[in-house]
């Protein structure tokens, strides 16, 4: 289903992440892959994981790093001349603004929220446009807390709206050079991200109880999903909020 296609994986941490059942699903389908890792201590973890892949660029990216991104985007112009996909599953937000409410949320804990999980996004695209000559798709990862109340959720709600709204804008502007966007929005998962946010064990019992499936998704089938939307059989497709989490998000 994807074979020639070439894509950039952002967001691997350990063999738990979101990217990467996305990333051994777009590999499984043909895809030649791109894989960042954010600093040297996640390296040990990351670069057996993307080399499972086959993956011929393995590079650090810190996304507020200019001169990071400016390496990284280089090489693969160098290497493949071109980009078809794009997956940035990445989320931040300090750990004593995510632990509180939203309204005692740090001016600095907002704004590296929003840089790093949000804006973070816009630069990832408008760095790979212009290699997507023949056009492609953009994707990043959400989740259900920005459109309702999640106890424990906190800053990362609005966060996470504000990144859903900048995929539909990023969705119009584009569309004329056949880039799609799209928010993938995933029921909970114990992934390295998750873990930081307080109880969410009974969040994933709850899920998992209430949602019509009787239970969580898994990574792959995530990836399943992703793999869907970069390819060609959803070339009509753009700008959606596209939930998978058993059905969770219908219930009342």
């Not at 064990?201 to 399943?224: C, F, K, W, Y």
């Amino acid at each position: 289903m994807l074979a020639g296609k070439k894509g950039l994986i952002i967001g691997i941490a350990n063999d738990l992440s979101i990217a990467w059942g996305c990333a051994r699903i777009f590999r499984r389908e043909g895809a030649d892959l791109a894989v960042t890792y954010l600093n040297d201590k996640a390296e040990p973890h990351v670069r057996p994981l993307a080399e499972q892949v086959d993956a011929p660029i393995i590079t650090k990216l810190d996304v507020r790093d200019e001169q990071h991104c400016d390496m990284l985007f280089a090489e693969i112009e160098k290497q493949w001349g071109k980009l078809d996909f794009l997956l940035h599953s990445i989320a931040f937000a300090p750990a004593e603004d995510l632990h509180g409410r939203v309204v005692d949320c740090s001016r600095d804990g907002f704004l590296a929220a929003m840089d790093i999980s949000c804006h973070s996004f816009a630069r990832l695209a408008k760095r790979a446009e212009p290699l997507m000559r023949d056009g492609g798709t953009l994707l990043t990862v959400t989740y259900m807390g920005s459109e309702r109340v999640v106890d424990h959720y906190g800053v990362m709600g609005p966060v996470k709206a504000a990144l859903e709204s900048t995929t539909r804008y990023m969705a119009a502007e584009l569309g004329a050079k056949n880039i799609r966007c799209h928010a993938i929005s995933p029921g909970p998962l114990l992934t390295r991200a998750a873990s930081g946010i307080a109880e969410f064990q009974n969040l994933m019992d709850e899920t998992a109880q209430r949602a019509p499936s009787r239970r969580l998704v898994t990574i792959d089938e995530i990836g399943e999903l992703a793999a869907f939307l970069v390819s060609d059989r959803a070339k009509s497709l753009t700008g959606d909020v596209v939930h998978i989490d058993g059905g969770y998000n219908i219930m009342g």
